[in-house]
């Protein structure tokens, strides 16, 4: 009698692969950045906490760069990427200032900022950005910028993880007039400089309270006719 054999069947086992995580150019280090124009004043705040994921890298790192006399920047994103576009602006500012003798005015400053950010459209800045300071009229203004340099002019702005927080209450307390209606009305808020600072303060301590991004402490600087003075107001730090 023959006997019918079935082949032995082996258990074979695939190799063993680690997913790798995606690498990435950009990292978001968190932070919010408030600016408010006023009639002869311009607030500009950040907090001063910056974090990669989970982590707190630095509790006490500055967001605000003052490019000229008259013209501070606020940006919130990848702080090598809003570092190198500091160095940038501040190379392009002292080239314009060899060639005409004078400063740069804010509104021109915010089109530099917005041609040096659309430059780099196809590899952008990681930058928000909030440029703030007082017009050739001594107004206060605000302008606020996607990456790759959209900008506008309002009374008030914010940038960065704590903005959906922040920006209803802006526009509750403030809000400014549509530029879609005619005739144009004015872009600065209608609050004393006093009133100001206590409104950005008030907005930072609620924003920390839900944030883990935004934290610490957070720096004010206020642009008057006067000059620039800075104040710090201690925030959550866990």
Not at 36 to 52: F, K, L, N, P, Q
Not at 184 to 193: F, R, Y
Not at 207 to 229: H, L, S
């Amino acid at each position: 009698m023959s006997m019918v054999f079935a082949p032995c069947l082996t258990e074979t086992t695939a190799p063993t692969t680690h997913a790798q995580p995606a690498w990435s150019p950009y990292d978001n280090n968190g932070g919010t950045c408030v600016a408010i124009a006023g009639e002869d004043y311009c607030v500009i705040a950040a907090d001063t906490r910056m974090s990669t994921g989970f982590s707190i890298l630095i509790r006490n790192y500055s967001k605000i760069h003052q490019i000229t006399e008259k013209s501070v920047l606020a940006s919130s994103g990848f702080q090598a990427d809003i570092r190198a576009l500091q160095k940038n602006l501040d190379a392009r500012h002292q080239i314009y200032q060899h060639q005409h003798n004078k400063q740069m005015s804010c509104p021109a400053m915010a089109q530099l900022l917005s041609n040096t950010l659309y430059y780099k459209r196809f590899f952008p800045y990681y930058a928000f950005n909030v440029l703030g300071g007082l017009d050739n009229e001594g107004r206060g203004c605000v302008y606020s910028y996607d990456a790759v340099g959209s900008y506008e002019r309002s009374g008030y702005s914010s940038q960065g993880t704590g903005m959906q927080l922040i920006m209803p209450v802006l526009d509750n307390q403030l809000k400014s007039a549509s530029p879609l209606v005619l005739p144009l009305q004015k872009s600065t808020t209608p609050l004393s400089e006093f009133e100001a600072v206590d409104l950005v303060k008030d907005t930072f301590a609620s924003a920390a309270e839900r944030d883990i991004y935004t934290g610490d402490a957070v720096e004010i600087v206020i642009i008057n006719r006067e000059g620039v003075r800075r104040e710090l107001m201690d925030l959550k730090r866990d």
